[in-house]
T-cell receptor, first 113, second 112 residues
Framework: TQLLEQSPQFLSIQEGENLTVYCNSS?????LQWYRQEPGEGPVLLVT?????EVKKLKRLTFQFGDARKDSSLHITAAQPGDTGLYLC?????????????FGTGTQLKVEL | DAGITQSPRHKVTETGTPVTLRCHQT?????MYWYRQDPGHGLRLIHY???????DKGEVSDGYSVSRSKTEDFLLTLESATSSQTSVYFC???????????FGNGTRLTVT
């Protein structure tokens, strides 16, 4: 089983602070996806990064894929309470049977006023 | 929710009983997946399907079986539920083998 380690597991910050979540593996993935999950709901895709070194921005969220396609980071600038949720990274391995994802264990983020 | 409905949303059952969870999609997507989510383990793939009657095992398939007789429906069966199968189960779909997954809202299963 290919492992994806996320850190930190839990993060509680004040509104306006910046934060970075890390997703690391010893395996190479064809792409890496970031999801956000809210209580009682399924994960929702935020972004997919495909190329080593790629950086994508989604408003205040910046995603980076490592040069070797083994790791990724999510940086949030000026966090807001609406950013609260469980953030999951997932490494994709393309097989004949579909887009098989290996998920990290998640980072639970709480942003307080 | 990309047209994905999971049923039931909550279920409590006793050890040793059979349980079937249903995933229904209205997107006509070819690929469907069943994951379980547990604290400390994240989401783990149980089984997936790449077409009608075409299924394969994921990393935690023991104790589970699946069936897909129609494009829109993917069933997950626990033949004889055990307490270790208490979890939240998510169905996901994707249009093709490279597209990202869209998830349903999950089924919370408790085996007592």
């Amino acid at each position: 089983t290919q492992l994806l380690e996320q850190s930190p597991q839990f993060l509680s910050i004040q509104e306006g602070e910046n934060l970075t979540v890390y997703c690391n593996s010893s395996s190479v993935f064809s792409s890496l996806q970031w999801y956000r999950q809210e209580p009682g709901e399924g994960p929702v895709l935020l972004v997919t990064v495909v190329t080593g070194g790629e950086v994508k921005k989604l408003k205040r969220l910046t995603f980076q894929f490592g040069d070797a396609r083994k790791d990724s980071s999510l940086h949030i600038t000026a966090a807001q309470p609406g950013d609260t949720g469980l953030y999951l990274c997932a490494g994709a391995r393309l097989t004949g049977g579909g887009n098989k994802l290996t998920f990290g264990t998640g980072t639970q983020l709480k942003v307080e006023l | 929710d990309a047209g994905i409905t999971q049923s039931p949303r909550h279920k409590v059952t006793e050890t040793g009983t059979p349980v079937t969870l249903r995933c229904h999609q209205t997107e006509n997507h070819r690929y469907m997946y069943w994951y379980r989510q547990d604290p400390g383990h994240g989401l783990r793939l149980i089984h997936y399907s790449y077409g009608v009657k075409d299924t394969d095992k994921g990393e935690v398939s023991d104790g589970y079986s699946v069936s897909r007789s129609k494009t829109e429906d993917f069933l997950l069966t626990l033949e004889s539920a055990t307490s270790s199968q208490t979890s939240v189960y998510f169905c996901a779909i994707s249009a093709d083998r490279v597209s990202p997954l869209h998830f349903g809202n999950g089924t919370r299963l408790t085996v007592t």
